[in-house]
């Protein structure tokens, strides 16, 4: 059983229509991403699975169970912790008291420690900058942090939605290294990435998205590999 099946999700904003059927699994342990133009439903898709935006029609499954309706916040208790796009870190706090948000639905201290040891392991240099405001760090640092806060949630199943957008060369490859030793460490994650070419790269399968529906789906290095997707999204036929 996937860790996560969505199945026909239909979406909206009032009148306009975001999602139109979405289907798709998530195996536990790998690394699904989902690529597709601006505007083709990716970050509606993982909104709808969070909880941050209610489906018209359809199903998703996380853990065996349905969680059409549940909030957020209780999904995050359940495993299931999203990293929007936008980053959303609190920046009139420092990158402390960032990180210990993270951890708002966890009470085993031992535990967490460990986690927050591992996470910053994970990212040095949100080490070196705990007594920062969030909101002096660069947008490469801001990323870091964003994602070591989820870890502080002990994710089953990480949403990221574009970690790489806005960065410099330089630190996309770093962040999409640190994005594959996550995943080595036992989390599942579903990726929503502009970049297609460092998608495809990092993870096992992949979903295309195509104005709010699935047009192909299969292992990335296969998709990587077709004309159709290396035309459309990869800028070389």
């Not at 349905?66 to 929007?84: C, K």
């Not at 920046?91 to 040891?117: H, P, Q, S």
């Amino acid at each position: 059983m996937p860790l996560l099946k969505v199945d026909n999700l239909h979406i909206a904003y009032g009148a306009v229509k975001a999602l139109h059927g979405v289907s798709l699994a998530v195996e536990a342990g790998e690394i699904l991403t989902l690529i597709g133009c601006n505007g083709a439903g990716k970050t509606t898709t993982l909104r709808g699975i969070s909880g941050m935006v209610r489906p018209r029609q359809g199903t998703v499954e996380f853990d065996g169970q349905s969680i059409v309706g549940v909030p957020p916040h209780q999904l995050v208790r359940r495993g299931l912790v999203h990293v929007p796009e936008g980053r959303g870190i609190f920046a009139n706090l420092t990158v402390e008291e960032n990180l210990d948000l993270g951890a708002f639905t966890r009470t085993d201290t031992a535990g967490i420690a460990a986690d927050r040891e591992r996470a910053l392991t994970l990212f040095p240099r949100v080490k070196e900058r705990l007594r920062q405001l969030a909101g002096t760090l660069s947008g490469g640092e801001q990323q870091m942090l964003a994602i070591a806060r989820a870890l502080l949630a002990r994710p089953k199943l990480l949403l990221l939605d574009e970690p790489s957008l806005g960065l410099a060369p330089q630190l996309v490859q770093t962040i999409f290294a640190i994005i594959r030793e996550i995943n080595s460490q036992g989390v599942t994650i579903l990726l929503v990435e502009q970049n297609a070419n460092m998608a495809l790269h990092v993870a096992h399968r992949a979903v295309v998205l195509e104005t709010g529906a699935v047009r192909m789906a299969g292992p990335a290095a296969e998709l990587a590999a077709s004309d159709e997707v290396r035309k459309a999204y990869l800028g070389h036929g």
